[in-house]
């Protein structure tokens, strides 16, 4: 069964728990800037967390010159490997939704791994905008 | 991931070397002169966070110790502080930021808070307070993006509003910033001017965007990628999310999640509370039209929520051509009810220029409402208005009266200067109906109907206002009568200062206990707080405000109501008849100093100075005291 973080756009409100949940579960440290879901926000109180969907055709991985970034193929989850990433941010205008978020040049791109399979923002969300939750198409 | 392990080997070695008493704080104050254009940073004194815990706190102390009293608040020595708390970008509910200076309103202490995401951002920028001073040369807007500090040319921006402010800055850098800004009205040393943020979110009270303007500083644009570290970022981790629960299961709370802060608008209607047409009544015939409910009925685009809230109590509405994060109940009370209007778009409009202008809506709304008592009595009269008829309810008058207030033109410059002064140059017994406390404009309770309120708004350190002490719910226990209010004001005082001196917003803390956020605080800072150590910090703060205005010269006389709560007896509603006594005032105004510690006077004493650990600020007050020599 494949599962992916799903994004609700209607509901989210920006109240950027998803990016403080994050953030505190992967550095143990409250910093927004280095989340791997970013609540984008737009004039007139519109907001979207990207967040990336693991998706089949992995344009990242691709883009990615050094073999850095790779999925597996077990879990379906592409990872960015930080020591063969070579810094060239190749892999973050190759992503269609903008999920690779490259905040500090001298160190790697970050994206959602799933917390290993169990999300730490979709619970930490109040409004339920997040789902982690099987593909609809696979039944 | 390894890049996890290898950051969190990292801060456990830096943990370790930490300062442990500035623990769960960023250990820093920026410090600003603005007319050499040098910034420094200091080391954050432990002894702030242990006696004052944040926020607030840390403003009072910092401005009492650093201001001379005295100062022109509209002077290069006037200092304008920005403070964050220990809660504040983290993921506890609803972060806030501080913004403390001398008032150019009110001419003493003065505060005023602001949601959104400016707070955090300063906290990820490295500092848990930025200190302002001295006076730009020229328009200039700050450019800190962490470390860096730059002091940029703002004639550009300079007459423009908030909107195009904000909008213009964020565009102008690759990254996503936060801005603080001032519109034209702060830019006039309009003494009601906020600062705005988030095109929405407001430091209204107390004019704080007057200072801004008088120190020729249109914006202040931050960015950080610090990260807050805690004490024990899992243990608070855990308790937060408990506390997120407890809001979400709050019935109440998630009314004020769908209806915004006007849920509560016909509620206070029905106890007669409700300010209409300058206060001269509690009781809006039409407050049907204005309620939180038909707003989400008729305006309601999407829910807003400030950084780290899961109770989102921003509304965001469409009316009228505009789309706006509002209006909030203190909105739709002063902009409608208080002047008399009974369409929410119109409301929405009226918010809209206020916001975009850069004035503070609940002011604007007392100030206008005065003018046009003013008008109808014939105080003023059309030669006064530029002929506009500035009757209740006459919807295009409010907004042309809005940009007169802004741009200080004709009578708006009168009013710009605030209720309280506008009201000593109009003069003909206009006093009467200019209400206010300290010179700070009523904001949206008519008192008559629970005196224990009146009490609350005259012994508030920066004037009438509701954000120090509020609940009609307990004051409509017996409302009339005094017995025992002076108890309850001094409890709530500090359990509604304390979220201001975390950093927090108080529209959660209603929904949570003290010992949530005592526990809270202690996985933050790592030191034991409880919910009583708030408590106590909180009334110590209390104490440093009112000793900060005492230096500048408060008695008694400055807890002060306005004339009409003891003159005019409330003309009909549910609260028709109610009066505020003189005797009944002055015994709850005695009772409430002798609780507080303080003299007959409203001066603490050195005995309660002592008890809140304020013997250094004791010091240097000694020779204000009566009877003591100098």
Not at chain 1, 66 to 89: F, K, M, P, T
Not at chain 1, 111 to 123: L, M
Not at chain 2, 481 to 507: H, L, T, W, Y
Request: aromatic content about 8%; some cysteine; charged content about 25%.
């Amino acid at each position: 069964m494949t599962k992916m973080v799903s994004v609700d756009v209607e509901k989210c409100d920006g109240c950027r728990l998803c990016e403080l949940t994050c953030s505190v579960e992967k550095l143990a440290e409250f910093n927004p800037k280095l989340a791997r879901i970013q609540v984008r926000f737009e004039p007139e109180g519109k907001c979207t967390p990207v967040v990336c969907t693991q998706c089949a055709e992995a344009w990242c991985v691709e883009a990615c010159p050094s073999g850095a970034i790779a999925r597996n193929s077990q879990s379906r989850i592409v990872r960015i490997n930080v020591d063969e990433c070579v810094l060239c941010g190749e892999c973050v205008p190759a992503c269609p939704y903008g999920a690779i978020h490259w905040p500090r040049e001298d160190e790697p791109p970050v994206k959602c791994d799933e917390c290993g399979g169990e999300p730490a923002c979709v619970p930490a969300c109040p409004v339920d905008a997040l789902d982690y939750a099987t593909l609809a198409t696979e039944g | 991931m390894r890049v996890v392990d290898s950051r969190r080997k990292e801060y456990a070695r830096e943990l370790k070397h930490m300062n442990k008493a500035v623990l769960g704080y960023m250990g820093k104050i920026l410090d600003i002169d603005l007319a050499s254009q040098r910034a420094s940073v200091h080391d954050l004194d432990p002894d702030l966070p242990t006696r004052f815990l944040g926020g607030r706190g840390f403003g009072a102390k910092i401005l009492h110790d650093n201001l001379a009293p005295r100062t022109d608040p509209l002077s290069p020595g006037n200092l304008f502080i920005l403070a964050t708390g220990p809660l504040t970008g983290t993921s506890a509910p609803g972060s806030k930021l501080e913004v403390i200076s001398k008032s150019p309103l009110t001419g003493g202490y003065g505060d005023s808070a602001i949601g959104g995401h400016i707070g955090p951002e300063i906290k990820y920028a490295g500092y848990d307070v930025i200190v302002l001073r001295g006076r730009c040369e020229k328009p200039t807007y700050l450019w800190i993006d962490n470390e860096r500090v730059e002091f940029r040319d703002a004639a550009d921006l300079w007459g423009k509003g908030c909107m195009e402010t904000e909008q213009r800055l964020k565009s102008a850098f690759n990254k996503e910033v936060q801005v603080l800004c001032i519109g034209p009205a702060g830019e006039k040393l309009v003494k009601i001017a906020c600062i705005t943020h988030a095109s929405g979110r407001q430091a209204g009270r107390c004019g704080m965007g007057a200072v801004m303007g008088s120190k020729n500083l249109k914006a202040i644009v931050v960015r950080g990628d610090q990260g807050i570290r805690l004490a024990d970022a899992k243990a608070f981790q855990t308790r937060v999310m408990q506390v997120h629960q407890k809001v979400l299961s709050s019935a109440a709370a998630m009314d004020m999640h769908k209806y915004g802060t006007a849920a509560s608008f016909i509620s206070h209607n029905m106890v007669g509370c409700l300010p209409t047409r300058n206060y001269q009544t509690g009781y809006f015939e039409e407050a049907e039209r204005l309620s939180g409910q038909t707003l989400e009925r008729t305006i309601f685009v999407r829910h807003g929520a400030c950084f780290g809230c899961s109770l989102g109590c921003a509304k965001w509405t469409a009316a009228e051509g505009v789309c706006i994060d509002g209006p909030e109940y203190e909105t739709i009370a002063m902009l409608g009810s208080n002047c008399g209007i009974s369409r929410l778009e119109a409301v929405v409009k009226a918010n809209y220029l206020c916001d975009d202008l850069g004035i503070d809506t609940i002011s604007a709304g007392n100030i206008m409402a005065f003018a046009t008592e003013c008008y109808e009595r014939g105080i003023i009269g059309d030669k006064e208005t530029n002929g506009i008829a500035l009757r209740f309810g006459n919807e295009e008058a409010f907004y042309k009266l809005i940009h007169m207030i802004a741009y200080r033109e004709g009578l708006g410059g009168t009013l710009a200067e605030g209720v309280r002064e506008a009201a000593r140059r109009l003069g003909k017994g206009s006093d009467k109906f200019a209400m206010h406390s300290k010179g700070l404009e009523q904001s949206a309770y008519e008192t008559r109907a629970a005196i224990g309120q009146t009490l609350a708004y005259s012994i508030n350190d920066r004037g009438a206002d509701h954000n120090r002490t509020w609940s009609f719910k307990f004051f409509l226990d017996d409302p009339r009568s005094p017995e025992g209010k002076a108890a309850k004001v001094k409890r709530n005082q500090c359990e509604r200062s304390s979220p201001d001196i975390m950093g927090m917003c108080r529209f959660v803390s209603y929904h949570l206990s003290f010992d949530d956020y005592g526990d809270l605080i202690t996985a933050a800072t790592g030191s034991k707080w409880t919910g009583d150590d708030i408590l106590k910090v909180a009334e110590r703060v209390f104490c440093m405000t009112r000793i900060f205005n005492t230096k500048e010269g408060y008695t008694r006389t400055n807890d002060h109501v306005p004339p009409r709560d003891f003159e005019d007896p409330v003309p009909n509603g549910p609260a028709k008849g109610a009066v505020v006594k003189r005797e009944d005032y002055r015994r709850m105004l005695d009772e409430f100093y002798a609780l507080s510690g303080w003299d007959e006077d409203g001066i603490p004493t050195e005995a309660k100075l002592k008890e809140m650990g304020l013997e250094d600020v004791a010091l240097g007050f000694r020779p204000f005291r009566k009877g003591v020599q100098q």
